[in-house]
């Protein structure tokens, strides 16, 4: 089972819509988990950190659910711009070292 | 800033040919990472320095990759000798905090 999964999508979604990733991750032993945004042939990039009480930031919401080991984000008023593929990231204690899932494929159509 | 700088942004060479790829951390960042990236496997972290020192490269795929952080202002991965396998987008990264990451742009090598 890998460390970290993902639905690879793609999320096909109309332009102003609500969409919801998760991810789930299987060492308990988890404590910080982040979420980074990759556009096509390009780098990832930190899109927000994600705390145990949730957070927010401007359109995009952030969840962990620590007792079933998901993290999730969602996504308000989709953009033709937020269309990329959203990488959920975990580090684990003792390792201090990032895996990353293998990614959810976003589509915004007009 | 000009962030991380990777080069070369492309390779393209022979099997068994030694490849060499570069990186300039962030200045002030003490800590980084070399990454691989293929369709099939993803993102994999390959080794991580720490203040200059390699703290763990066990994903390092086997002997034929090494890598070197000779000062706080670069670092290199050395592929010697390249395989088709190794094709792959691989990037560079640095922080100053865990999970806060900063990617470069990457080196796309192809290996024939």
């Known amino acids: 089972r890998k460390e970290v999964e993902q639905d690879p999508g793609p999320f096909n979604v109309p332009e102003g819509a609500t969409v919801a990733f998760n991810c789930t991750y299987s060492n308990s032993a988890s404590q910080s988990f982040f979420w980074y945004r990759q556009d096509c042939r390009k780098e990832p990039k930190l899109l927000m950190s994600?705390?145990?009480s949730g957070n927010e930031d401007g359109r995009f919401t952030a969840q962990l659910n620590r007792a079933s080991q998901y993290i999730s984000l969602l996504i308000r008023d989709s953009k033709l711009s937020d269309s990329a593929t959203y990488l959920c990231v975990v580090i684990s204690t003792g390792f201090q070292k990032l895996v990353f899932g293998t990614g959810t494929r976003l589509l915004v159509s007009p | 800033d000009a962030g991380v700088i990777q080069s070369p942004r492309h390779e393209v060479t022979e099997m068994g040919q030694e490849v060499t790829l570069r990186c300039k951390p962030i200045s002030g960042h003490n800590s980084l990472f070399w990454y691989r990236q293929t369709m099939m496997r993803g993102l994999e972290l390959l080794i991580y320095f720490n203040n200059n020192v390699p703290i763990d490269d066990s994903g390092m795929p086997e002997d034929r990759f090494s890598a070197k952080m000779p000062n706080a202002s670069f670092s290199t991965l050395k592929i010697q000798p390249s395989e088709p396998r190794d094709s792959a987008v691989y990037f560079c990264a640095s922080s100053l905090r865990r999970g806060a990451e900063y990617f470069g742009p990457g080196t796309r090598l192809t290996v024939t």
């Open positions: 994600v705390y145990s």
